[in-house]
């Protein structure tokens, strides 16, 4: 009887893992959504000023954006905004073509991997030739860089 207990118990067990694995696979968008996003955050003696998440999103949409456009999620001690005067905000040393809060439907940005109620989230477009270096300066307190 001990036996015949054991025995179901490891066939429930197995059965059930599988079940598992299969709930927690992921879909193929956030793996690519993964893979190009980047963070930073501007530092002043281990307490952080600001920090931005930043998704490169033309291989994401390729038949849908026209120029290097990025979402860029923003949070800061200021106003949440990529528009402020204590922070500048540079793709390869200009300031981007284009910025915008009106993100378009197709963008499913509430599940992308960093999403945070807490940040403000913009289009950013450039038109500045690749790899794409993104700077985020403040006056008085750092930078933070990241390359695409």
Same mark, same amino acid.
Request: proline share 7%; with cysteine; glycine share 2%.
């Given at each position: 009887? =001990?036996? @015949?207990? /054991?025995?179901?118990? %490891? $066939? $429930?067990? *197995?059965?059930?893992?599988?079940?598992?694995?299969?709930?927690?696979?992921?879909?193929? !968008?956030?793996?690519?959504?993964?893979?190009?996003?980047?963070?930073?955050?501007? !530092?002043?003696? *281990?307490?952080?000023? /600001? @920090?931005?998440?930043?998704?490169? *999103?033309?291989? *994401?949409?390729?038949? =849908? %954006?026209?120029?290097?456009?990025? %979402?860029?999620?923003?949070?800061?001690?200021?106003?949440?905004? %990529?528009?402020?005067?204590?922070?500048?905000?540079?793709?390869? =040393? =200009?300031?981007?073509?284009? $910025?915008?809060?009106? $993100?378009?439907?197709?963008?499913?940005?509430?599940?992308?991997?960093?999403?945070?109620?807490?940040?403000?989230?913009?289009?950013?477009?450039?038109?500045?030739? /690749?790899?794409?270096?993104?700077?985020?300066?403040?006056?008085?307190?750092?930078?933070?860089?990241?390359?695409?």
């Amino acid at each position: 009887m =001990k036996k @015949l207990f /054991a025995f179901l118990s %490891l $066939i $429930i067990i *197995l059965f059930s893992g599988c079940g598992i694995k299969n709930a927690l696979s992921q879909d193929p !968008l956030y793996e690519k959504t993964l893979k190009y996003t980047q963070r930073c955050q501007v !530092l002043n003696s *281990l307490e952080t000023k /600001a @920090l931005i998440d930043i998704v490169y *999103l033309n291989p *994401l949409y390729p038949d =849908k %954006l026209q120029n290097p456009s990025f %979402l860029v999620g923003v949070y800061n001690d200021f106003n949440n905004s %990529l528009n402020n005067t204590e922070f500048t905000f540079l793709i390869n =040393k =200009k300031p981007p073509t284009k $910025i915008s809060k009106n $993100i378009p439907n197709y963008i499913l940005y509430k599940n992308f991997p960093f999403y945070n109620s807490w940040m403000s989230y913009y289009i950013v477009e450039t038109n500045t030739p /690749a790899p794409y270096l993104i700077e985020y300066k403040s006056k008085h307190w750092g930078e933070c860089n990241v390359t695409f």
